[in-house]
């Protein structure tokens, strides 16, 4: 049923914006995830946000959709071991590994989230919840934009990361100062840093980067109900540790 309601969407919606034959392309990624999600039931159709998500994974966010598949089909070849607890009615897939970029980095694309790691522990939990979720409805929100203004921000950092580096006599290593103009000052992680509470990172170079945070980290309450399944209930206490740990340090 959702695969039929979210193919209609993505056909009506790719028609009306471009041409009836990208309207068919549409279609068939909606149906595709539709599929998808409905047989995972990742959508909480019991809340009002969950409808959005479906909504927007079959239209305004279906680009990042189309690639959220192509992950699919990486966990499939490389045994991903989807995990349930952290996708069933919160809107999102999660493999613990699957699609990654670099070699110990989660990869969310669309509305899934790959190389998840050891979601048992508190802080990697935590890391699925209050940060790469972040990825996950920016993605919805600004819609075809979300990967050119990602992508294109990285471009534009790797630039002006090596004239940097450059300049400042190659002070720090190349790599760590690409990654801070690139990775950690992108406004996309930023934000999801901020609401993660991890504002700045450990890893960007001193004077490089935003100084304040953009927004407030989300609420102990909030995350503990993102957790998900019976292992989310019983690591919940230890997240709360980890987020007032991190807080006194």
Known sequence: MLAVFAGIAARSYGAAIVSPAVGV????????NGAISGWRQIYAWRRRVGWWAALLD??????????????????????????????????????????????????TIGNVISSAGDVDLPRRRKLIVDHEDVHIW????????YLVLYVGWNLVGFVVGLIAWLRHGRQEPFAKVLRS?????????????????????S???????????VVR??????????????????????????????RQA
């Open 25 to 32: 392309a549409t279609g068939i990624v909606g149906a595709a």
């Open 138 to 145: 920016q993605a919805r929100g600004f819609g075809p934009a």
């Open 58 to 107: 079959s239209t305004w966010g279906l680009p990042s959709v189309l690639l959220g598949l192509v992950a699919h089909a990486v966990a499939a070849l490389r045994n991903g071991e989807y995990e349930a607890s952290l996708s069933r009615r919160l809107n999102r897939h999660v493999y613990r590994r699957g699609a990654h970029l670099q070699a110990g980095y989660v990869f």
């Open 181 to 201: 103009w690139t990775y950690y000052s992108n406004p996309f992680e930023w934000w999801a840093y901020c609401r993660d509470d991890l504002w700045p990172p």
């Open 217 to 246: 980290p989300f609420t102990e309450a909030r995350t503990r109900a993102h957790l998900g399944g019976q292992v989310g209930a019983e690591v919940g206490a230890d997240v709360g540790a980890c987020v007032e740990d991190r």
């Open 203 to 213: 890893g960007v170079v001193r004077g490089v980067g935003w100084r304040r945070r």
